[in-house]
DNA sequence: CAGAATCCTAACCGATACTG
DNA sequence: CAGTATCGGTTAGGATTCTG
Protein backbone atom coordinates (compact mmCIF):
# COMPACT_ATOMS: atom_id res chain seq x y z
CA UNK A 1 0.00 0.00 0.00
CA UNK A 2 1.20 3.25 -0.47
CA UNK A 3 0.70 5.47 2.20
CA UNK A 4 -0.16 8.35 0.35
CA UNK A 5 -2.32 10.19 2.85
CA UNK A 6 -3.45 13.83 3.41
CA UNK A 7 -2.35 14.78 7.30
CA UNK A 8 -5.61 16.21 8.79
CA UNK A 9 -4.52 17.66 11.69
CA UNK A 10 -7.64 18.29 13.27
CA UNK A 11 -6.96 21.10 16.06
CA UNK A 12 -4.72 21.62 18.31
CA UNK A 13 -4.29 18.39 20.61
CA UNK A 14 -3.78 20.43 24.51
CA UNK A 15 -1.11 17.19 25.52
CA UNK A 16 2.02 16.25 23.74
CA UNK A 17 0.52 12.76 22.86
CA UNK A 18 0.98 11.58 19.16
CA UNK A 19 -1.38 13.10 16.62
CA UNK A 20 -2.31 9.91 14.98
CA UNK A 21 -3.55 10.69 11.68
CA UNK A 22 -5.09 7.69 9.98
CA UNK A 23 -7.09 7.74 6.79
CA UNK A 24 -6.19 4.60 5.25
CA UNK A 25 -9.29 2.77 5.28
CA UNK A 26 -8.58 -0.77 5.04
CA UNK A 27 -5.06 -0.72 7.76
CA UNK A 28 -4.75 2.02 9.50
CA UNK A 29 -1.50 2.66 9.29
CA UNK A 30 -0.18 -0.69 9.39
CA UNK A 31 -1.48 -0.74 12.55
CA UNK A 32 -3.24 -3.60 12.02
CA UNK A 33 0.12 -5.87 10.43
CA UNK A 34 1.75 -5.36 13.48
CA UNK A 35 -1.40 -6.40 15.53
CA UNK A 36 -1.95 -9.14 13.89
CA UNK A 37 1.03 -10.61 14.61
CA UNK A 38 1.02 -9.86 17.87
CA UNK A 39 -2.61 -10.06 18.26
CA UNK A 40 -2.41 -14.17 18.49
CA UNK A 41 -2.07 -15.67 21.69
CA UNK A 42 1.49 -16.65 21.71
CA UNK A 43 3.64 -15.05 19.36
CA UNK A 44 4.94 -12.23 21.64
CA UNK A 45 6.34 -14.92 24.20
CA UNK A 46 7.91 -16.55 21.50
CA UNK A 47 9.40 -13.40 20.70
CA UNK A 48 10.74 -12.61 23.78
CA UNK A 49 11.98 -16.26 24.72
CA UNK A 50 13.83 -16.12 21.59
CA UNK A 51 14.94 -12.29 21.79
CA UNK A 52 17.94 -13.93 25.09
CA UNK A 53 19.10 -16.22 22.40
CA UNK A 54 18.56 -19.71 19.82
CA UNK A 55 16.36 -22.36 20.86
CA UNK A 56 15.47 -25.78 19.93
CA UNK A 57 11.80 -26.78 19.34
CA UNK A 58 11.21 -28.75 22.72
CA UNK A 59 13.50 -26.05 24.51
CA UNK A 60 11.08 -23.11 23.89
CA UNK A 61 7.80 -24.53 24.32
CA UNK A 62 9.07 -25.31 27.54
CA UNK A 63 10.28 -21.96 28.66
CA UNK A 64 7.22 -20.78 27.50
CA UNK A 65 4.98 -19.17 30.12
CA UNK A 66 1.46 -20.47 30.82
CA UNK A 67 2.55 -24.03 28.88
CA UNK A 68 1.80 -23.71 25.02
CA UNK A 69 1.03 -26.43 23.20
CA UNK A 70 2.78 -28.07 20.11
CA UNK A 71 0.66 -27.55 17.91
CA UNK A 72 0.30 -23.47 18.52
CA UNK A 73 4.39 -23.13 18.72
CA UNK A 74 4.54 -24.39 15.28
CA UNK A 75 1.93 -22.45 14.00
CA UNK A 76 3.17 -19.62 15.72
CA UNK A 77 6.10 -20.17 15.09
CA UNK A 78 5.96 -21.09 11.34
CA UNK A 79 4.35 -17.44 11.00
CA UNK A 80 6.85 -15.65 12.50
CA UNK A 81 9.26 -17.22 10.11
CA UNK A 82 6.96 -16.48 7.29
CA UNK A 83 7.25 -13.37 8.58
CA UNK A 84 11.04 -12.70 8.56
CA UNK A 85 10.85 -12.23 12.26
CA UNK A 86 12.20 -15.86 12.86
CA UNK A 87 15.13 -17.84 11.61
CA UNK A 88 14.43 -22.00 11.91
CA UNK A 89 17.36 -24.10 10.97
CA UNK A 90 16.51 -27.16 10.48
CA UNK A 91 19.96 -29.93 11.54
CA UNK A 92 19.33 -33.70 9.43
CA UNK A 93 20.29 -35.25 12.61
CA UNK A 94 19.14 -38.28 14.46
CA UNK A 95 17.11 -37.40 16.19
CA UNK A 96 16.17 -34.66 13.93
CA UNK A 97 17.23 -30.76 15.54
CA UNK A 98 15.64 -27.70 14.67
CA UNK A 99 17.14 -23.86 16.00
CA UNK A 100 15.24 -20.93 16.11
CA UNK A 101 16.67 -17.17 16.71
CA UNK A 102 15.23 -13.96 16.10
CA UNK A 103 15.79 -12.27 12.71
CA UNK A 104 17.45 -8.39 12.70
CA UNK A 105 13.75 -7.61 12.31
CA UNK A 106 12.71 -9.99 15.10
CA UNK A 107 15.07 -8.03 17.27
CA UNK A 108 13.72 -4.68 15.76
CA UNK A 109 10.56 -5.52 17.57
CA UNK A 110 11.60 -6.97 20.90
CA UNK A 111 12.00 -3.58 21.62
CA UNK A 112 8.54 -2.78 21.22
CA UNK A 113 7.69 -5.79 23.34
CA UNK A 114 9.88 -3.99 25.43
CA UNK A 115 7.70 -0.76 25.67
CA UNK A 116 4.63 -2.62 25.61
CA UNK A 117 5.73 -4.70 29.29
CA UNK A 118 7.09 -1.47 30.52
CA UNK A 119 3.61 0.32 29.73
CA UNK A 120 1.95 -2.76 31.40
CA UNK A 121 3.88 -3.15 34.21
CA UNK A 122 4.19 0.32 35.02
CA UNK A 123 0.51 0.77 34.65
CA UNK A 124 -1.44 -2.27 35.79
CA UNK A 125 -1.91 -0.72 39.29
CA UNK A 126 -3.89 1.98 37.50
CA UNK A 127 -5.70 -0.79 35.60
CA UNK A 128 -6.26 -3.05 38.18
CA UNK A 129 -8.01 -0.29 40.06
CA UNK A 130 -9.79 0.99 37.19
CA UNK A 131 -11.82 -2.33 37.06
CA UNK A 132 -12.14 -3.03 40.88
CA UNK A 133 -13.93 0.73 40.65
CA UNK A 134 -15.22 0.08 37.68
CA UNK A 135 -16.72 -3.54 38.79
CA UNK A 136 -17.66 -2.18 42.27
CA UNK A 137 -20.00 -0.09 40.66
CA UNK A 138 -21.34 -1.74 38.01
CA UNK A 139 -22.63 -3.86 41.18
CA UNK A 140 -23.83 -1.10 42.26
CA UNK A 141 -25.89 -0.87 39.60
CA UNK A 142 -27.09 -4.27 39.74
CA UNK A 143 -30.46 -5.22 41.00
CA UNK A 144 -28.63 -7.98 42.21
CA UNK A 145 -31.68 -10.06 42.22
CA UNK A 146 -32.35 -11.77 45.38
CA UNK A 147 -34.49 -14.33 46.05
CA UNK B 1 -8.41 -14.06 25.94
CA UNK B 2 -9.44 -16.00 28.70
CA UNK B 3 -9.31 -15.47 32.18
CA UNK B 4 -7.79 -18.84 32.27
CA UNK B 5 -5.64 -19.10 34.85
CA UNK B 6 -7.63 -17.75 38.35
CA UNK B 7 -3.78 -17.44 39.69
CA UNK B 8 -2.68 -19.36 42.42
CA UNK B 9 -0.64 -18.04 44.53
CA UNK B 10 2.13 -19.65 46.48
CA UNK B 11 0.59 -18.69 49.61
CA UNK B 12 -2.68 -20.64 48.87
CA UNK B 13 -4.50 -17.11 48.48
CA UNK B 14 -7.19 -17.88 46.03
CA UNK B 15 -8.12 -14.75 44.95
CA UNK B 16 -10.59 -13.93 42.57
CA UNK B 17 -8.71 -10.92 40.43
CA UNK B 18 -6.47 -12.23 37.52
CA UNK B 19 -3.57 -11.93 39.50
CA UNK B 20 -0.78 -12.43 37.03
CA UNK B 21 1.48 -14.81 38.69
CA UNK B 22 4.89 -14.23 37.21
CA UNK B 23 8.55 -15.31 38.50
CA UNK B 24 10.11 -14.94 34.88
CA UNK B 25 13.64 -12.42 35.00
CA UNK B 26 12.15 -11.64 31.34
CA UNK B 27 10.06 -8.70 30.89
CA UNK B 28 7.25 -10.91 28.93
CA UNK B 29 5.72 -10.59 32.53
CA UNK B 30 2.67 -7.95 32.04
CA UNK B 31 2.84 -8.15 28.37
CA UNK B 32 -0.20 -10.21 28.21
CA UNK B 33 -1.58 -7.53 30.40
CA UNK B 34 -1.24 -5.25 27.35
CA UNK B 35 -2.08 -7.90 25.24
CA UNK B 36 -5.20 -8.70 26.23
CA UNK B 37 -6.10 -5.29 25.92
CA UNK B 38 -5.25 -4.85 22.67
CA UNK B 39 -5.17 -7.93 21.31
CA UNK B 40 -8.82 -7.67 20.32
CA UNK B 41 -9.32 -6.80 16.51
CA UNK B 42 -10.69 -3.24 17.71
CA UNK B 43 -9.41 -1.86 20.48
CA UNK B 44 -6.43 -0.42 18.73
CA UNK B 45 -8.35 1.73 16.86
CA UNK B 46 -10.50 2.73 18.67
CA UNK B 47 -7.59 4.06 20.71
CA UNK B 48 -6.44 6.07 17.66
CA UNK B 49 -9.79 7.59 16.95
CA UNK B 50 -10.48 8.95 20.32
CA UNK B 51 -6.36 9.89 20.49
CA UNK B 52 -7.44 12.99 18.19
CA UNK B 53 -10.17 13.92 21.02
CA UNK B 54 -13.85 13.07 21.86
CA UNK B 55 -16.48 10.97 19.81
CA UNK B 56 -20.18 9.97 20.35
CA UNK B 57 -20.53 6.50 19.49
CA UNK B 58 -22.15 6.79 15.96
CA UNK B 59 -19.11 9.07 14.84
CA UNK B 60 -16.69 6.66 16.61
CA UNK B 61 -18.18 3.94 14.68
CA UNK B 62 -18.32 5.81 11.27
CA UNK B 63 -15.11 6.64 11.46
CA UNK B 64 -13.10 3.05 12.40
CA UNK B 65 -12.63 1.65 8.69
CA UNK B 66 -13.56 -2.21 8.07
CA UNK B 67 -16.92 -1.28 9.80
CA UNK B 68 -16.95 -1.74 13.56
CA UNK B 69 -20.33 -3.43 13.90
CA UNK B 70 -22.35 -1.86 16.96
CA UNK B 71 -22.05 -4.60 18.78
CA UNK B 72 -18.21 -4.73 18.77
CA UNK B 73 -18.03 -1.38 19.33
CA UNK B 74 -20.09 -1.38 22.71
CA UNK B 75 -17.76 -4.73 23.64
CA UNK B 76 -14.51 -2.42 22.53
CA UNK B 77 -15.17 0.57 23.79
CA UNK B 78 -16.71 -1.07 27.56
CA UNK B 79 -13.89 -3.33 28.29
CA UNK B 80 -11.51 -0.18 28.06
CA UNK B 81 -13.77 2.28 30.34
CA UNK B 82 -13.33 -0.62 32.42
CA UNK B 83 -9.42 -0.67 32.10
CA UNK B 84 -9.72 2.66 32.49
CA UNK B 85 -8.35 3.68 29.01
CA UNK B 86 -11.42 5.47 27.92
CA UNK B 87 -13.58 7.69 29.90
CA UNK B 88 -17.52 7.29 28.54
CA UNK B 89 -20.20 10.29 29.56
CA UNK B 90 -23.43 9.66 29.22
CA UNK B 91 -26.07 13.21 28.83
CA UNK B 92 -29.37 12.13 29.62
CA UNK B 93 -30.55 13.73 26.54
CA UNK B 94 -33.48 12.71 23.65
CA UNK B 95 -32.28 11.41 22.06
CA UNK B 96 -29.50 10.35 23.97
CA UNK B 97 -25.65 11.40 23.46
CA UNK B 98 -22.61 9.46 24.58
CA UNK B 99 -19.35 10.65 24.28
CA UNK B 100 -16.06 8.95 24.22
CA UNK B 101 -12.39 10.24 25.06
CA UNK B 102 -9.26 8.93 26.40
CA UNK B 103 -8.08 9.00 30.10
CA UNK B 104 -4.76 9.76 30.56
CA UNK B 105 -4.21 6.60 31.02
CA UNK B 106 -5.58 5.62 27.92
CA UNK B 107 -3.64 8.87 26.25
CA UNK B 108 -0.32 6.97 27.91
CA UNK B 109 -1.12 4.44 25.56
CA UNK B 110 -1.17 6.31 21.99
CA UNK B 111 2.27 6.99 22.40
CA UNK B 112 2.70 2.78 22.64
CA UNK B 113 0.15 2.44 19.60
CA UNK B 114 2.39 5.01 17.59
CA UNK B 115 5.36 3.28 18.26
CA UNK B 116 3.91 0.09 17.10
CA UNK B 117 2.51 2.18 14.22
CA UNK B 118 5.49 3.27 13.22
CA UNK B 119 7.56 -0.02 13.50
CA UNK B 120 4.99 -1.49 11.19
CA UNK B 121 5.23 1.05 8.61
CA UNK B 122 9.04 1.10 8.64
CA UNK B 123 9.46 -2.67 8.27
CA UNK B 124 6.03 -3.82 6.74
CA UNK B 125 7.94 -3.54 3.72
CA UNK B 126 10.66 -6.12 5.12
CA UNK B 127 7.53 -8.47 6.23
CA UNK B 128 5.80 -8.49 2.89
CA UNK B 129 9.61 -9.28 1.46
CA UNK B 130 9.87 -12.19 3.80
CA UNK B 131 6.47 -13.67 2.98
CA UNK B 132 6.80 -13.77 -0.87
CA UNK B 133 10.06 -15.36 -0.29
CA UNK B 134 8.65 -18.15 2.31
CA UNK B 135 5.79 -18.37 0.25
CA UNK B 136 8.11 -18.68 -3.28
CA UNK B 137 10.02 -21.12 -1.69
CA UNK B 138 7.27 -23.07 -0.01
CA UNK B 139 5.62 -23.32 -3.46
CA UNK B 140 9.10 -25.03 -4.66
CA UNK B 141 8.56 -27.44 -2.24
CA UNK B 142 5.31 -28.48 -2.77
CA UNK B 143 5.44 -31.42 -5.46
CA UNK B 144 3.20 -29.10 -7.38
CA UNK B 145 1.22 -32.51 -8.41
CA UNK B 146 1.36 -32.72 -12.01
CA UNK B 147 -1.79 -34.47 -13.65
C1' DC C 1 -28.89 7.85 18.94
C1' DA C 2 -27.13 4.38 22.00
C1' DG C 3 -27.19 -0.13 23.39
C1' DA C 4 -28.97 -4.72 25.07
C1' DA C 5 -30.22 -9.45 23.65
C1' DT C 6 -30.17 -13.24 20.54
C1' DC C 7 -28.49 -16.22 16.95
C1' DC C 8 -25.01 -18.07 14.21
C1' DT C 9 -20.47 -18.74 11.84
C1' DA C 10 -15.59 -18.82 11.64
C1' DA C 11 -11.41 -18.79 13.80
C1' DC C 12 -8.57 -20.09 17.57
C1' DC C 13 -6.63 -23.32 20.27
C1' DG C 14 -5.80 -27.61 22.93
C1' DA C 15 -5.68 -32.76 23.14
C1' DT C 16 -4.69 -36.73 20.79
C1' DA C 17 -2.78 -39.85 17.48
C1' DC C 18 0.43 -40.72 13.91
C1' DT C 19 4.99 -40.03 11.04
C1' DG C 20 10.01 -39.63 9.91
C1' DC D 1 12.99 -34.66 18.68
C1' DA D 2 10.13 -32.24 15.59
C1' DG D 3 6.78 -32.12 13.47
C1' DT D 4 1.69 -33.18 10.62
C1' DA D 5 -3.32 -34.34 10.67
C1' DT D 6 -7.66 -34.51 12.78
C1' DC D 7 -11.31 -33.70 16.08
C1' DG D 8 -13.80 -31.03 19.45
C1' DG D 9 -14.50 -27.24 22.72
C1' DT D 10 -14.33 -22.32 23.36
C1' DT D 11 -14.47 -17.84 21.91
C1' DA D 12 -14.49 -13.76 18.77
C1' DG D 13 -17.19 -11.32 16.16
C1' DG D 14 -21.02 -10.16 12.52
C1' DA D 15 -26.09 -9.64 11.50
C1' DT D 16 -30.43 -8.85 13.20
C1' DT D 17 -34.01 -7.45 16.25
C1' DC D 18 -35.85 -4.83 19.98
C1' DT D 19 -35.90 -1.03 23.61
C1' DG D 20 -35.55 3.65 25.82
Redo the contacts with the bound molecule.
Sequence with gaps: MSAGHTAVTTSGTTTDEPVIVCETPQDECGVRDVLDRL????SVYVVVELASGVL??????RRIH?????????????RLERDGLVK?T?YPTV??????ELTDLGHSLTHLVKSLADWSIAHRPDIAAAREAYDGKAAQEEPAAAG
Tied chains: 1, 2.
Design positions: GDKWRFKELQGGISQRMLTLTVRRVPPQVEY
